[in-house]
């Protein structure tokens, strides 16, 4: 099956079957017809090309693999040693930029998808845990944002002019650039529930705290397609709720406030909806809701067991 066309409900998320195994799929929201496009088993860090026509994502075995939405079989994309993780497409969809790391340190790659060759940008400190990670590009394709055990850096896509932006020494990650390339959002702190939402201009002043009362434990902040808006997901009473936040920091709100855990969220291309996770108990299923929160319903059926990860298309070009 041919899962190229475009859909303004087009979304990739990882899933089971039964006696079929787990992987990717893709499919519509529309009529509700799901594809596997890849089976390697545990795999993560899927992302959508910009074109809307490739996903790549990381294998159980560390390694990364791009598969075209044509219906021919997944590649290996040939990457230096080490465990990769994080895949982001540049902007015009010919390279990718990863994390990739060692026992100890993790630093930042470029891939050229078509050619193999891949390019180190960064070279951490062998004793500094965790090294560089999450690497986001600019709109514009000409720098590479990432996060680090100090902070949150930037350097030219050539790997020139490397700078921190953030000053204070704190680890920082979950990066996500604003459409029109002017900020930077982050997670800073140490541990999963001990991180703070941020917003710093892409020149490294006009630091913002967003959220500062709500749970430590965010996750994942996503700009609006509009760059007016921050979705991300934050522990509330032992459970995982999705807020919205504008850029300011000013009007905080709770889309899902239920009891259920929902996260692993993404902004359609026209930023009306929002496709997400939610999970009671040992079950995942994938929703669709409005941007005000309403209007949620299921669009993953009971074929498909323990979704995660949705990923909403780019908008077709």
């Given at each position: 099956m041919n899962t190229s066309a475009g859909s303004s409900g087009r979304i990739a998320f990882d899933a089971c079957e039964a006696n079929a195994g787990c992987g990717l799929y893709v499919g519509t929201i529309e009529d509700g017809n799901f594809t596997r496009v890849a089976t390697h088993g545990g795999i993560s860090d899927h992302v959508w090309s910009p074109d809307g026509d490739r996903i790549a994502y990381i294998t159980q075995d560390t390694r990364l693999r791009v598969v075209r939405l044509d219906g021919s079989p997944p590649t290996l994309v040939p990457t230096t040693e080490g465990t990769s993780t994080q895949p982001a497409w540049s902007p015009d969809g010919k390279k990718l930029a990863l994390a990739v790391g060692g026992e100890k340190t993790t630093d930042i790659f470029l891939v050229d998808v078509a050619e193999s060759k891949f390019t180190k940008l960064t070279y951490s400190d062998s004793t500094e845990y965790y090294g560089y990670r999450t690497p986001a590009w600019s709109p514009d394709g000409r720098s590479i944002a990432f996060g680090s055990t100090d902070g949150v850096h930037l350097v030219d896509a050539d790997g020139g002019n490397?700078?921190?932006?953030?000053?204070?020494?704190?680890?920082?990650?979950?990066?996500?650039?604003?459409?029109?390339?002017?900020?930077?959002?982050f997670l800073s702190g140490t541990g999963i529930t001990e991180r703070k939402l941020g917003v710093i201009n892409s020149d490294g002043s006009g630091r913002l705290a967003i959220a500062p009362d709500l749970s430590p434990a965010l996750q994942k902040p996503a700009w609006s397609p509009d760059g007016s808006q921050l979705a991300f997901f934050a522990d509330v009473d032992g459970d995982f709720e999705i807020f919205v936040v504008n850029g300011d920091g000013t009007g905080l709100r709770n889309l899902t406030n239920n009891n259920v855990n929902d996260y692993d969220l993404s902004w359609s291309p026209d930023g009306k909806r929002i496709v997400f996770v939610s999970a009671a108990g040992q079950s995942a299923d994938v929703y669709v809701?409005?941007?005000?929160?309403?209007?949620?319903?299921?669009v993953t059926g009971e074929a498909l067991t323990n979704e995660r990860a949705a990923a909403w298309a780019p908008a077709s070009r």
């Open positions: 490397a700078r921190r932006l953030t000053t204070e020494a704190a680890a920082a990650d979950g990066l996500s650039w604003s459409r029109d390339g002017k900020q930077i959002a809701m409005n941007a005000d929160g309403s209007e949620a319903k299921r």
